[in-house]
């Protein structure tokens, strides 16, 4: 299980015997802001993660101090241990995933939690080198309320999104085809947070949100075991 830890700053995978064993901590000699979320490519088992700072601000989310490296996306190698910083162009990345076919990462951008005149969005780039890379960077979608952040695909390409901050009607889960079109959602009674497809056939969605956790049959497939 590969987990982003706020209160240290840094990326574990813990082991079948439980112990974390720590993959990330720091970059160019200073320490991670507080990685957030983190996706595997089949590839070259390389992990990319995104490095906010959420659990340096607040004593709430894990302890409050200065920020020493830029708000990034980053890949880890699994076989050199080297971590190369694949972007800094997104004020505040947050949840993460690739496309189906793992040619396109998708990363929610929280920026209004820190950014007031920023809207919340969801930034595309074309994944090279089996994710080592990312190219051609354009915004996806924008949410005009509130923001998303765990994000996930189905094998249709549809990317689901955990809500928040938005209020009644805005809370939930939100749905885009791959064109960036909203073309659903699942509106919740809380601010939803993180989301994943699990079962036999990855078609069972769980969300957590503020104070629970819900489920929820449905008819689209989640695109990768998560």
């Excluded at 990034?72 to 800094?88: A, E």
């Excluded at 805005?170 to 699990?198: R, S, W």
Aim: proline share 5%.
């Amino acid at each position: 299980q590969i987990s982003c830890e706020h209160l240290t700053a840094r990326v574990v995978r813990y082991e079948y015997q439980g112990e974390p064993t720590i993959l990330a901590e720091s970059f160019e000699g200073k320490r991670l802001n507080a990685p957030n979320d983190a996706v595997v490519h089949p590839g070259t088992g390389g992990i990319l993660f995104t490095d906010p700072g959420y659990g340096s601000h607040f004593y709430y989310e894990g302890t409050v101090r200065e920020l020493e490296l830029p708000t990034s996306v980053y890949h880890l190698d699994p076989q050199t241990k080297r971590l190369t910083r694949l972007t800094d162009e997104i004020m505040k990345p947050n949840g993460l995933c690739f496309s189906p076919d793992y040619r396109i990462l998708y990363v929610a951008d929280t920026a209004p939690t820190h950014y007031p005149n920023e809207k919340a969005k969801l930034i595309a780039w074309d994944v090279q080198d089996n994710g080592r890379r990312l190219t051609n960077r354009r915004v996806f979608a924008t949410l005009e309320v509130g923001f998303h952040d765990g994000i996930r695909a189905d094998v249709d390409g549809n990317v689901w999104c955990a809500t928040g901050f938005g209020g009644e009607g805005v809370d939930g889960v939100h749905v885009y085809a791959p064109d960036g079109t909203k073309i659903g959602q699942v509106v919740m009674p809380e601010g939803t947070a993180n989301l994943c497809f699990v079962g036999r056939h990855r078609t069972r969605l769980f969300m957590t949100a503020s104070q629970s956790v819900y489920t929820l049959y449905t008819s689209a497939q989640g695109a990768h075991i998560t």
